[in-house]
């Protein structure tokens, strides 16, 4: 069972999206913070990423927000997190974001989150890291992603070994469960590489 200090939440940064979506961010949120898990993000005041840092700040969490100053200048940045990181850029915001981060999760998102979840997934396929990544399926939000990850493995484009590198849960109930499942660390920790 793994021992988790700090998990990281891709998110969306919509305030558009469906209630129940920020309703659960909001109560994830919650339950890392009554786990005593950090939680680590992009720094946002808006959208699911904000609902998860206010969850994690109502209950008394640490909560470390990582945002690059053309999204701070925008006045997005969440003002109440315990760390608030303004950073020169996107690159050095998901590298920081990865090294203050024990594991991954994705809530549902945008483009922002797509990226952010290949980005890990890729690094974990090139074996520059083994932390457990959860994609959490709310109302069947990431459907489409599986079925394209799942065709990208059957035209051989991945090996089916790729699946293996993330767990699908359908609520947030199942989040923590599945990353304190995932095998203990293997590959030495190190720095995210570009």
């Not at 997934?121 to 932390?131: A, S």
């Not at 459907?143 to 051989?156: H, Y």
Request: hydrophobic share 45%; glycine share 12%.
């Amino acid at each position: 069972m793994r021992h988790l200090k700090s998990v990281c939440v891709y998110c969306g940064s919509s305030n558009d999206g469906p209630p129940a979506h920020r309703a659960a961010a909001r109560a994830f949120g919650e339950s890392l913070a009554r786990e005593k898990i950090d939680l680590v993000y992009g720094g946002g005041r808006v959208g699911l990423m904000g609902a998860v840092a206010d969850g994690a700040i109502a209950a008394g969490g640490h909560v470390v927000g990582i945002i690059p100053e053309h999204l701070m200048r925008a006045e997005v940045g969440h003002g109440q997190v315990s760390e608030l990181h303004v950073v020169a850029s996107m690159h050095v915001r998901k590298a920081m974001m990865f090294e203050r981060s024990d594991a991954f999760v994705a809530l549902p998102g945008g483009p922002g989150t797509l990226d952010e979840v290949f980005e890990i997934l890729t690094w974990r396929q090139l074996q520059l890291h083994d932390k457990p990544t959860v994609v959490c399926n709310l109302d069947g939000y990431w459907n489409g992603l599986i079925g394209l990850i799942d065709g990208i493995i059957d035209a051989k484009y991945a090996r089916p070994s790729f699946r293996e590198f993330f767990s699908v849960v359908s609520g947030i109930d199942g989040i923590l469960p599945a990353l304190r499942a995932a095998p203990a660390s293997v590959l030495p920790a190190q720095p995210a590489k570009f």
